[in-house]
């Protein structure tokens, strides 16, 4: 039944999680949402008024490292605040871009990340 309703739908069930409320920690290394064997280090934003910020280190797949900082806007939502609309940059000002990843802090303090 779920695989006739996906192919009339058009969609996946096995497509990631829709809700915040079901995505996965954010760990403190992850796979960089834009592939290539980059790594993101210290990704650990915190709610700063209207935002959501961090500073953390891009991992190139040879090593080597880049400062940057992100910055989401905050938006609240039932049961925490989602940080979405990511934009990041260098800190020495040589690059800058946006992110599709988004991360919910829930009330407990508890951070999630988008799939």
Same mark, same amino acid.
């Given at each position: 039944?779920? &695989? @006739? @309703?996906?192919?009339?739908? #058009?969609?996946?069930?096995?497509?990631?999680? =829709?809700?915040?409320?079901? %995505?996965?920690? &954010?760990?403190?290394?992850?796979?960089?949402?834009? #592939?290539?064997? %980059?790594?993101?280090? #210290?990704?650990?934003?915190?709610?700063?008024?209207?935002?959501? *910020?961090? !500073?953390? /280190? $891009?991992? /190139?797949?040879?090593?080597? *490292?880049?400062?940057?900082?992100?910055?989401? !806007?905050? *938006? $609240?939502?039932?049961?925490?605040? @989602?940080?979405?609309?990511?934009? %990041?940059?260098?800190? =020495?000002?040589?690059?800058?871009?946006?992110?599709? &990843? +988004?991360? @919910?802090? +829930?009330?407990? #303090?508890? +951070?999630?990340?988008?799939?």
């Amino acid at each position: 039944m779920m &695989l @006739l @309703l996906c192919m009339l739908t #058009g969609t996946n069930a096995m497509a990631a999680p =829709d809700s915040p409320m079901d %995505w996965p920690p &954010l760990t403190s290394r992850f796979e960089s949402t834009g #592939g290539g064997g %980059w790594m993101i280090e #210290g990704y650990d934003p915190v709610i700063a008024g209207m935002r959501c *910020v961090t !500073d953390f /280190a $891009a991992v /190139a797949p040879d090593g080597q *490292v880049f400062r940057n900082e992100v910055e989401f !806007d905050a *938006v $609240a939502v039932t049961g925490g605040v @989602l940080c979405e609309n990511g934009r %990041w940059r260098a800190k =020495d000002g040589s690059s800058s871009g946006t992110t599709p &990843l +988004r991360v @919910l802090i +829930r009330d407990d #303090g508890r +951070r999630f990340r988008s799939p």
